[in-house]
């Protein structure tokens, strides 16, 4: 097992990456994608230097905000704490299967990757996601909700990304969906509670726009 020390290293180098960005993708998201990912792995298993790695490096090389290729940026800073090659090999094909990329979205085909896939998920929806939501909207110009626009279903991997709707629709094109893509199953019974909140929250959003509620007005 890696020593704390590694990790401690890694997590500074993966923090350098993220300064300046307010886009959800900070050192936050990622450190409680790795405390996540953790606890899931105590009750699921799989490889803990596997999962801890991939975790704190999921977005390192996130294509909204590098342009690297290959997962340089992973790679690099592996290379710099003496990662084995197949550690690093293994590390990179998690990553590669994390994202969420509409109906072109990949199952994971380990273990691990299942667990940084749903740890990751799990903070795009709850309180933290709509959080992010927002925070993601307000930095790419968008409106928080339109009633003309409606929102788009089953969209692919390049629609996904050109994609320029209001936050709210992206409650219906992604957050609301990942309850029923969660890999384990400490992962989907989290995500029903996230989800349940969620569900609240729109509905108050809507009572308070529409004036739907009367102690909303
Ligand atoms: P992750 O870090 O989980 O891979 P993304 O890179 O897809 O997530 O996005 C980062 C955060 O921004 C997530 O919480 C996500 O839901 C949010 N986000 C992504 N696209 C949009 C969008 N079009 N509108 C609002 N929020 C978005
Ligand atoms: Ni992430």
Do not use: C
Not at 71 to 86: E, F, L, P, Q, T
Not at 183 to 201: C, I, L, P, Q, Y
């Amino acid at each position: 097992m890696l020593s704390e020390d590694v990790y401690h290293s890694i997590m500074d180098d993966v923090a350098s990456l993220f300064v300046n960005d307010s886009s959800g993708h900070d050192i936050h998201h990622t450190k409680r994608v790795h405390d996540s990912a953790v606890t899931i792995q105590a009750t699921e298993g799989g490889d803990i230097d596997i999962i801890r790695l991939a975790s704190l490096l999921h977005d390192a090389d996130d294509r909204k905000l590098f342009a690297t290729e290959n997962y340089s940026n992973a790679r690099s800073i592996m290379v710099d704490h003496g990662i084995s090659k197949d550690m690093q090999d293994a590390v990179i094909h998690v990553i590669s299967q994390v994202s969420f990329k509409g109906k072109d979205t990949i199952a994971p085909d380990t273990l691990e990757g299942m667990i940084v896939q749903d740890a990751d998920r799990l903070d795009a929806i709850g309180a933290i996601g709509i959080g992010r939501a927002f925070a993601y909207g307000g930095k790419a110009g968008r409106a928080m909700y339109d009633p003309k626009e409606h929102h788009k279903e089953g969209m692919s991997e390049s629609e996904y990304y050109s994609n320029e709707g209001t936050t709210i629709n992206h409650f219906y094109e992604k957050l609301l969906l990942l309850k029923d893509m969660m890999n384990t199953e400490t992962a989907k019974r989290v995500a029903k509670h996230r989800h349940s909140f969620m569900e609240g929250f729109l509905k108050e959003f809507y009572d308070e726009w529409y004036g739907t509620n009367q102690t909303n007005l």
